[in-house]
Structures are given as C-alpha cells and as structure tokens.
C-alpha cells in the first residue's frame, strides 16, 4: 500500500481519478434525494427555480465546458513539461505530475464533466433534480476558480527560482529526517545472528526504505534488519537487499521488508537525498554551461543548498542504527555522513566554476554562512572546502587581486599552497 499510495496516487492518474470518481459517485445520492423529495410544481426560491429546458441546456453546458477545459489544461501541462525540460532539467517532469494543483484541476474537471453528464441522464419530465443542478452549478463555480488557481501556479512552474525554492524545501525535509534525536541510544547493531538473505526480486532503483515498518517487523520478529542498499542506489535482481534474524520460512515477514524497500524502474524522490541533491546540480551546472551562461541561477541553487545544510552542519547527522521506542537496536540502515554530504553537493559546483570568478566568490560566501553556525567537526570539513576553493581559483589563472580578493572573502584561514 505504500507503494501505490506515494509513487502511483502522486502522478498524473491516481488522485486526478480518484476526485472525478468521487464526484461521478456523488451524483447518485444526490438524484436518490431528488426522486424522494420532489419539488417540481412547488414554489420554488430563486436559487433553485429552473425550467426543464434550461436545467437540460445547463447541464448540458457544463459536461461540455468542463470536458473541453480538461483538455486544454493536459495541454497547457504538457506545454509546461516542454518548456521545463529543455530550459530547467528534465528530471523536474516528476515534480511536476506530483503538483496538487495539477492533479486537482484536472480531477475536478473531470469529476465535473462526469457529474454533470450523469445527473443529465436522469432529467426527464418526470423529474427535475433541482438539488443535483445546484449541486452541479456549485461544482462548475468551483472549476472556474480552480481554474484560475491552476493557471497562476502554471505561471510560477516556469520561474526557475521559484522551482529550485521547492525542491530546496523538499531536500530540507528529507535531511532533517537524517539529524542526529535527542535519546537516540544504541550505536552498534550486532550483525552475527542476522543469517537470512532477503534478495531483490527485480532490478530496479531504491526509491524508499520505509524504515517505521521495518523497525515494528524487526519488533514484532524480535529480532534485528540490516539493510545492504539506500535510496537512490540501483540494485540487481537476486542483490542482497537486507539481512534479518528471523527465520527463511518467515514468508510474511519477507514480504513485509519486500513491501517496506521500494524498487522502481526510475529514480524518485521519495526520500532519495542523492536525487534531490542531483536535481538542484544538473541545474546549476546547466546555467554555469558556455551555451547558457546564467550564473545567477547557479547561485540561486548554491543559496538553496547551503539552507538545507544548515542543520546538519550546525546539529549533525545520525548513525546508521534505529532503535524501537524502548531504545532496542532494531535497525541499520546504509548511513549518509556530513563529509558524504557536503562533498556530493559542493565539489561539482566548485569544479564547474573554475574560470568564474562570480560563481567561486559566491562559494566562499556560502561556506563562510555555513562556517559561523557549524560545529567543530563540521568547520574542519568547510576549512577543507575553503583550501579547495582557492585551489580551484588558481587553476583557472586569474588575476592576482582576484585571487587575493576570493582569499579575502574567507572567514577563515586556508593553508594556501600554490
């Protein structure tokens, strides 16, 4: 169930269908209610009094309205799609079937169309469902509104600044799930009774591990789950994707940690660190690139990064081990270290800005921001970042005022070694 519900019910067709069938649905009781309270003849007030004519001419505009108006928003989406993966990255087309806004325009209008269509078939001389038409004049008013929602948030999907702000704030919460908890106890997982391989049944990415549910299987086993792959990693049918204690005949159990390690045929990011961190990357290497040269978007992405660094720099990150709530060592997990973290998101942006100046003065603003709220631990990492901006400086032969002016800029001292 957690498969479907994150990576099928988050594209396109899951709650898009969802909405329009619940809606489609709606219009059964409401013609129920209809036939058991029957107005028709009655004194009616403004709100509801409608001639058959017209309630088949209303209805008969809305199904069409709405139908045509999905069809143009599928069409501005895929405009959109277009235009984001040739300027942004193509890789943002996933956030963009994840959108709510998409999937509920596109499931409004369709519930609409259905709604209206079916209540349509009801009409007849013998009954006018006044309530279902108001309910539908409703349904309509409300896709007009949403319509215009949709219109304004396809307008910001477009503004770079804007989608890297998103996806910032996505890695931000997939990497203040990885910060070191207060009384959090064990630090060890003994790994000598864990002796049943649990192998992949397919090849594919690691798009989620699901960590809550394999802490209460290794709970409810009364035992411990090592876990040999993490999210973003590509694993090989028959690959080692944990090891447990129970035993091999534990089929339920083994299908339980099959269900709790996601394995997709494409990279997402569900909580994949790695993708995200690419994402923002691919974009600011892309505007670094001679062909588009727009280095104010890559220092877009560079602020971006260092504000979801803030924590593990200032706080840390945690171990590789998962305990129960009774502080019982259940989980390991392939742990991702502070050093793993700023080098996957600084080093390509550093090399990539060799010969600009621009690029590499902002780095050393970046690490100066991260160096005041860092750690111990932490500030020797960015020292060593720092050394290695100045080096990078040297390779492209600047001048020698820029190259003292970007020695400058550091908050901090660099062993500086031609």
Known sequence: MKVWSLLTLNGLLGVPGAIAIGLWVLAFPMIWVDTQFTIIGDPLPFWLAISEETARSLLSTIATAAITTLGMVYSIMLVVFTLAAGNIAPRLLQRFSRDRVNQITAGLLGGTFLYALTVLRASGPDLRPEFSITLAFLLAAASVMQVIHFVHSVSRSVTIDAEVAKISEQLEDQINALLVKT????????????????????????????????????????????????????????????????????????????????????????????????????????????????????????????????????????????????????LKVPGLSLEDLLNMALHPLRQASRSNILMLDHIGVVLNSLYAIAGSDAKELIVAHGKALIETARAGNPINSDLEFLRQRLDFEVEDRP
Not at 271 to 293: K, M, Q, T, Y
């Open 183 to 330: 009384g959090e106890g064990a630090n060890e997982l003994d790994e000598a009774g864990l002796g049943t391989r649990l192998l992949a049944q397919r090849s594919g990415y690691v798009t989620m591990l699901d960590e809550d549910a394999l802490i209460r299987i290794a709970q409810k086993q009364d035992t411990s789950i090592a876990v040999r792959v993490a999210p973003g990693d590509f694993v090989l049918a028959g690959q080692t994707l944990a090891v447990a204690g129970f035993d091999e005949d534990s089929e339920d159990a083994a299908a339980a940690v099959h269900s709790a390690i996601v394995l997709q045929s494409y990279r997402g990011a569900v909580n994949d660190i790695r993708f995200s961190v690419s994402i923002l990357l691919e974009i600011a290497l892309r505007a670094l690139s001679p062909g588009v040269n727009d280095s104010f978007t890559a220092v877009a992405c560079a602020d971006r990064i260092a504000a979801a660094l803030v924590k593990p720099v200032s706080k840390g990150l945690r171990g590789d081990v998962r305990c129960d709530d009774n502080g019982v060592a259940r």
